[in-house]
């Protein structure tokens, strides 16, 4: 960028700032010797009066005026700025230490993220990975036996549950020995019982009968509850080994086949079927052993690969914790130099507020001459006339001219000093440092900086200058927040994809150590246990013939029922029925037969209910022992296909299972490491490190240089050249108005005798409004005219007294109103329009009719109302040579006659003004008619 325009114009200023400091001392010596030894530039000390000497005093008091206010804004900024610099010098070390701690908060804050998400986020994923193959057994064998289960597990079933079966029916054989005995024997006793009671009941049947009862026809209790029946047939007893005889139960048979199941059973038909479900169960120990080896392999693999994380990352974690310990030692630094900046601060400040306290007192000069200025000022005074106060007033607005020449030059020195240090940093420095220029000039393009080859920030940070990394691309990246990775480009430092590449520490062929062979290790069905099954079925447990025996279990144990309870009822009845006929009951035969009746009852409770409950667990018995045998032979069968079906599906599918669920878990493990550096990437990439706070510190270098220093002093100067404009005019204008205010030592008679003139012609325009008030009577109904009149009346003195059409200088018949010839004084045309008034107001308005009340006296009072002249104040005597002003009676207008002094009575007037010291009055009486 070319800067010499730039250059140019500040040079340009800055010599006129020079010339000014050299050409301005000269004129002020010049000035103040002029006035002071040669009495020139307003140095002597009269004044000509002229017409438009208050004119122009006005001018000069309202141009002043304004640069006086406009000078209090150039000190009162000054002020500000002084109390901003101030304030920023003093906050500017305390906001610089606050970005570097930000820097500093954002280097280790970097450093701990790196940390966790580089190294405690890889401790954890590694820690998942190594747990992981620890437990191959797991994470591999399950999957396998899973795999497996849906076509061996049925096979595992069916064999355990043969085996089940083969030893439930031995069991249920054993068992139907040892019931049928029990059975057999408590039948025997049972059919006693029933003997007994059958004989107890004939019994009272023919006990009664002898007694002459229950013999008649159609008495007998036979008939209604008949004995015959009351019999156990049933027999329980085992079949001899002949085949033939009295027993049914074939317990020899039975025995035979229970005693060759028991040896299949004890042939460890259970343990060996058990081995084979043992063997299936346990594939992920299987696994687990057999991979030992490759598992510590890539548990080693992994280590490394964990290792190298953190060795690559430590050159950037080494940078970070130097970029905290600079920033830490340039923060100390900069607390120092900022504590002895605002030591020193407090001196600047003060002759800061010297140099505008200066301008705060010609400004309070400039007020105080203006209002004292104002306040004695006498239009009829002449200048060696003035009072007190306007002189006052005029000395004041001199020792503001004064104060101004003396410290002019001293703020055009802070004015151009100042102009030419902090306006070219501005414009060449922080300009372009906040619009990116400057960067993008200088130091972003390549082979600008002396002493390095292509791109400065590349060869400075990476001692690469081929790289193209741009102080503005960092700047913009950190404006947006972006991670330190990114926005610095540290790959160029530490590559995160080489550091992350798993292929060079772990291959796939690690993974297919895994891959090993089980199948011939697992074995569904031995050889043994499908002997065994085999043995189980040639026993044929479902040849015994259950025929017979389990037709005497179907039977009634007692022929008339195995419910006694309903022989018992029909019993009751035939009591019921004969209840009270002494010739079926003689004596206490009914008692007997109720008695027989409870008997009864109680039989089939305590002896008929148990044997029954016992013949028919037998029967449940005999019905499972059935059901097993039977499905022995077709189960067995089953089963040993199924076996063999589940060893040849392991035989040929195991190994590939195996393998496939290496390569599932491989994928496993690749997607964690893959996730993780994924995560890592995208974390060091876009998350980790965001920046900001290195834009945040270039933006408050700006404020604090820019806007805390430069702006300040740009300030500072501004307004220092903003009171010195003000200085150099008011030291005109305060010189001028000066001149209006202070008393004069010299004047000339004519100016003497000019504003006696004014004096008296003011006095005389006066009269003619006293005459006509003393001339009013009562108010009158119609004000029109009289207001019209008195608003006349009160503009004469005010035309005389601005003295608009040069009255003073005018003479005798020259002045508005006066006749040329006959002298008839009528200012403004005032007896026409008194005329005229007079013609539109009643008889009882007209001035000059007296009012007179009626008396107490006779003939001589006179009527209310009635118009006399008064002829004895019709004309006012008036010494000679003095103005003469006649009145006509009311109703009779005439004129007025105006007599101008003269010449010797004009030297008459000025010895009395004389005499008078200067007041500027006569004593001339001025007689009015009354």
């Not at 085949?243 to 060759?260: C, D, E, F, I, L």
């Not at 820019?706 to 702006?711: I, K």
């Not at 005010?798 to 006749?819: C, I, Y």
């Amino acid at each position: 960028m070319d800067y010499s325009d730039l250059f140019l114009g500040f040079g340009v200023c800055f010599v006129l700032g020079l010339l000014f400091l050299l050409i301005f001392p000269i004129v002020a010596c010049c000035f103040c010797c002029c006035r002071t030894c040669c009495g020139k530039c307003g140095g002597k000390m009269y004044q000509k009066q002229t017409g438009n000497m208050e004119c122009k005093m006005i001018t000069f008091t309202v141009i002043l005026a304004v640069i006086t206010l406009v000078l209090s804004g150039g000190f009162a900024c000054g002020f500000f700025v002084n109390a901003r610099q101030s304030s920023e010098i003093e906050n500017m070390g305390s906001n610089t230490q606050n970005s570097l701690d930000d820097i500093l908060i954002f280097v280790n804050n970097t450093v701990d993220e790196i940390l966790f998400v580089a190294l405690n986020q890889s401790s954890w994923i590694f820690e998942v990975i190594e747990y992981d193959l620890s437990n191959v057994g797991e994470t591999v064998g399950l999957p396998v036996r899973e795999a497996l289960r849906p076509y061996v597990g049925s096979a595992i079933d069916a064999i355990l549950g043969m085996v089940a079966t083969i030893e439930a029916t031995r069991d249920g054989l054993d068992d139907m020995n040892s019931l049928v005995s029990d059975l057999d024997a408590n039948y025997t006793d049972f059919i006693e019982s029933i003997a007994d009671l059958k004989q107890d009941i004939e019994d009272l049947y023919a006990n009664c009968a002898g007694a002459g009862g229950c013999s008649a026809a159609g008495q007998d209790p036979q008939n209604t509850a008949d004995t015959t029946n009351i019999v156990a047939s049933r027999n329980f007893t085992d079949l001899p080994s002949s085949g033939t005889g009295p027993g049914y139960y074939p317990r020899t048979v039975v025995t035979a086949k229970s005693n060759g199941l028991t040896s299949v059973v004890n042939n460890d038909l259970e343990s060996s079927a058990e081995a084979g479900r043992q063997d299936f169960e346990e594939i992920p120990e299987l696994v687990q052993n057999e991979t030992d080896s490759a598992v510590g392999d890539l548990v080693n693999s992994f280590d490394d690969f964990n290792g190298e994380i953190e060795d690559g990352l430590d050159p950037m974690i080494e940078n970070l914790d130097s970029m905290s310990s600079v920033g830490s030692s340039l923060g100390d630094t900069i607390s120092e130099y900022s504590e002895t900046a605002t030591d020193y601060d407090q001196y600047r400040s003060l002759f800061v507020l010297f140099l505008y306290f200066i301008a705060l007192v010609v400004f309070i000069l400039n007020i105080l001459g203006i209002i004292f200025g104002l306040i004695g000022y006498d239009r009829y005074a002449t200048p060696t006339k003035r009072s007190m106060l306007s002189n006052i007033g005029g000395l004041l607005l001199m020792a503001s001219a004064g104060l101004c020449f003396i410290f002019a030059a001293l703020l055009m020195v802070f004015t151009s000093f100042p102009f030419l240090i902090a306006g070219p940093l501005t414009k060449i420095v922080c300009g372009p440092i906040v619009s990116g220029e400057l960067f993008e000039n200088t130091v972003d393009l390549p082979d600008t900086i002396p002493g390095t080859s292509g791109y400065y920030v590349g060869s400075t940070l990476f001692d690469n200058g081929n790289v193209s990394v741009t102080f503005t691309g960092i700047l913009d990246n950190c404006g947006d927040n972006k991670a330190a990775y990114s926005a610095f480009q540290l790959m160029h430092i530490v590559n995160i994809s080489d550091i992350l590449d798993m292929d060079s520490y772990i291959s796939d062929g690690q993974f297919d150590d895994m891959k090993v062979n089980i199948s011939d290790q697992v074995e569904i069905m031995s050889s043994e246990t499908a002997d065994n099954l085999a043995n189980a079925r040639d026993v044929n447990a479902a040849s015994i013939p259950w025929s017979d025996f389990e037709n005497e279990l179907t039977s009634d144990l007692i022929d008339i029922g195995e419910d006694l309870n309903d022989f018992a009822d029909d019993l009751q009845s035939y009591i019921d029925a004969n209840s009270g006929s002494s010739s079926v009951f003689p004596g206490s035969y009914e008692n007997d037969f109720t008695t027989m009746v409870s008997t009864i009852r109680s039989f089939q409770t305590s002896t008929v209910e148990p044997m029954v409950s016992d013949r028919d667990y037998v029967e449940y018995v005999l019905n499972a022992v059935q059901s097993n045998s039977s499905k022995i032979n077709l189960a067995v069968n089953n089963t040993i296909a199924a076996g063999d079906a589940a060893d040849t599906y392991i035989t040929n599918n195991l190994d590939s299972v195996v393998a496939s669920e290496v390569e599932n878990f491989q994928s496993t493990m690749i997607g964690y490491i893959n996730q993780f550096v994924d995560y890592i990437t995208d974390m060091i990439y876009n998350e980790v490190g965001k920046c900001r706070p290195v834009k945040n510190l270039l933006d408050n270098l700006i404020n604090t240089v820019c806007r805390g220093v430069l702006d300040p002093i740009n300030g500072w100067w501004f307004c220092n050249g903003w009171c010195v404009f003000c200085f150099i005019l008011n030291i005109i204008f305060s010189v001028k108005l000066a001149k209006f205010f202070r008393r004069m030592h010299d004047e000339d008679e004519s100016d003497a005798l000019e504003v006696q003139q004014r004096r008296n012609a003011a006095s005389e325009m006066q009269k003619p409004a006293s005459i006509i008030r003393n001339n009013q009577v009562s108010p009158s109904p119609d004000d029109f005219a009289k207001d019209e009149l008195q608003e006349e009346l009160h503009r004469v003195p005010n035309m005389l007294f601005d003295d608009p059409e040069g009255l003073k200088k005018k003479k005798g018949s020259d002045l508005p109103g006066v006749a040329s010839t006959s002298n008839e004084y009528d200012p403004d045309g005032l007896v026409d329009k008194r005329s005229q008034a007079e013609e539109t107001m009643t008889e009882d308005e007209l001035p000059g009719v007296v009012t007179t009340e009626v008396g107490g006296g006779g003939g001589g009072q006179e009527q209310a109302g009635e118009v006399k002249p008064d002829a004895e104040n019709t004309e006012a005597k008036i010494p000679e040579g003095e103005t003469t002003v006649t009145t006509e009676p009311p109703g009779t207008p005439g004129p007025a006659v105006y007599n101008p002094p003269t010449l010797s009575e004009e030297g008459q007037v000025m010895e009395n003004v004389n005499n008078n010291n200067g007041e500027g009055e006569s004593n001339v009486n001025n007689d009015t008619t009354q």
